[in-house]
């Protein structure tokens, strides 16, 4: 099962341009995190958000959370050719044990 | 260390063979997981390790499916009779204990598997 569903599912913006993803969850969470996925790659963790923060930044990255409406963004500054990848939101779940559960994703293009 | 490995990259099989795909995680890390991603969806969660013990499977995993980590080191994911539905790229994570994990789960590039 996938918990979160990401909006848009497909972005293409030009070089420079700011880039916005958005991730709506279900049900109630500890934290969220953001990764990216090169074409045919494996996922690199970009940030986690715990469920008492709203806002956190690292570097060009800025991701907000908001939990009574169960969603999150993720907006990338000044994007670059390399930030072309496809970028996947992922929230814990408890059953018995905590694991993350990741969304469909949103798949970035940026246009040199 | 250098990160997650997984081996082989690549696995190219016919139906019905079985297959075996290996994971080396970061030595410090007693959390291991297996996740499917077919093409344009997110990794599913397939089954979890803390140390040597399997604490949770999917529904997903059916009985074809099972996966090991001997000695709380490296884990081993075997498909056996596969099927074509079970072409995929195969990802492995690892990580901390999850109370003091701030950084996430940290991957391997994958095992794609493709069932001819």
């Known amino acids: 099962s996938q918990q979160g569903e990401e909006d848009p599912q497909a972005l293409s913006i030009q070089e420079g341009e700011n880039a916005t993803m958005n991730c709506s969850y279900k049900?109630?969470?500890?934290?969220l995190q953001w990764y990216r996925q090169n074409s045919g790659r494996g996922l690199v963790h970009l940030i986690l958000i715990r469920s008492n923060e709203r806002e956190k930044h690292s570097g060009r990255l800025r991701v907000t959370l908001d939990t009574s409406k169960k969603s999150s963004s993720l907006l990338i500054t000044a994007s670059r050719a390399a930030d072309t990848a496809s970028y996947f939101c992922?929230?814990?779940?408890?059953?018995?044990?905590?694991?993350?559960?990741f969304g469909t994703g949103t798949r970035l293009k940026v246009l040199a | 260390d250098t990160g997650v490995s997984q081996n082989p990259r690549h696995k190219i099989t016919k139906r019905g063979q079985n297959v075996t795909f290996r994971c080396d995680p970061i030595?410090?890390?007693?959390?291991l997981y297996w996740y499917r991603q077919t093409l344009g969806q997110g990794p599913e969660f397939l089954t979890y390790?803390?140390?040597?013990?399997?604490?949770?499977k999917s529904r997903l995993l059916s009985d074809r499916f099972s996966a090991e980590r001997p000695k709380g080191s490296f884990s081993t994911l075997e498909i056996q009779r596969t099927e074509q539905g079970d072409s995929a790229m195969y990802l492995c994570a690892s990580s901390v204990d999850a109370w003091r994990n701030a950084y996430g789960y940290t991957f391997g590039s994958g095992t794609r598997l493709t069932v001819v």
């Open positions: 390790f803390q140390n040597e013990a399997q604490l949770e």
């Open positions: 030595s410090e890390h007693n959390r």
């Open positions: 049900t109630s969470i500890n934290n």
């Open positions: 992922a929230t814990d779940e408890y059953s018995g044990t905590y694991k993350y559960i």
